[in-house]
């Protein structure tokens, strides 16, 4: 092969197509914030900007002999009244959630502490989810004082009551903290914060899980032996020539396998005993979703049936005691 051709080629420019992954919005609206049953924790653009939550580049503040870089904004505790040692013992147990100012305190649990450059501009961003050990943490708390199951949530909205906040006499505050690592481990210790603001937690929405059942099998009457006899009665015999109109009844209803005999009128779907399998053409996929309104019972469907098989084949068959209804498996 000739491959001078190849002289006069010129390759094009690399372009590699990349996937888009669809941005689902988590965060909930108004006031709220929202925990995952992730632990992934999510807050709103409102509460953010009203509560303070957002990370803002740092502030040049003044002091004697320079300045320093001031951190703006609040982070967020939240605690269970029972954990806390300036709450009553004696008062039902509630959720509280503490503004924190960042600078001036150690950081809060959520949105305590951020991250800067060298020039104090901020290199994070609230929208993002947070989620760790407070996240398992905080539900927790959920389920102790508000008794989600987390088994059938989604998620839970909550906001807060600022008419109800807490105000400690001294200005001096001591929020409880879960200890995660260490031989204190899973202890509770407390930590003390200024110019706090405390104020009880309200949820405003439980979102529970959706779960998709799938359709189970309408009931099944018990299937019996067709010479068998369910009434007291002379015996009737049944032929095989009786059997193979019987099969083309059922043929043509659209069902194959055993006929049902019934002593009087058959069950209602609630009375049906249990039954085994049995096979079902594509039409018994239709009729078990729809109501099947051309279908007689008792002994006029039977009668119908093998008077329509008897026009079909020109087989005279008297019609047998009990009555059988072969659409009655799909009632």
Known sequence: MNLDFLSDIKIGAAVIPTKKRAVTNKRPSDMNLRVY?????????????????????????????????????????????????????????????????????????????????????????????????????????????????????????????????????????????KVVKGSKEGTVEHVAYTNASVVPVVVTEVKLSVVVAMPSAPPVKEVCDTKASLVESPKVEVSDEDMVVEAAIAENRGHRGTLHIYEEEPLSPKEAPSSVPFDTTENDAVMQNEDYEHEPEGRDAYEEDLERASIAGDVGVEPQLGGVNAGSLLG
Do not use: C
């Open 37 to 177: 049953k992730n632990g992934a924790i999510h807050v709103s653009a409102e509460l953010a900007k009203v509560g303070g939550l957002e990370f803002l580049d740092q502030v040049e503040l003044a002091i004697e002999g320079g300045t320093k870089l001031v951190t703006p904004g609040n982070g967020v505790n939240i605690f269970k009244g029972s954990d806390w040692i300036q709450y009553p013992n004696d008062a039902q147990d509630v959720m509280f959630l503490a503004f924190i100012p960042r600078e001036g305190n150690k950081p809060a649990n959520l949105y305590g502490s951020g991250k800067y450059n060298a020039e104090g501009k901020a290199q994070r961003d609230v929208a993002n989810a947070t989620k760790g050990a407070f996240g398992v943490e905080l539900k927790e708390m959920l389920t102790s004082i508000y008794s989600v199951d987390w088994e059938k949530t989604d998620y839970v909205d909550f906001t807060f009551n600022h008419e109800l906040a807490m105000q400690s006499p001294d200005g001096t505050y001591a929020f409880p903290r």
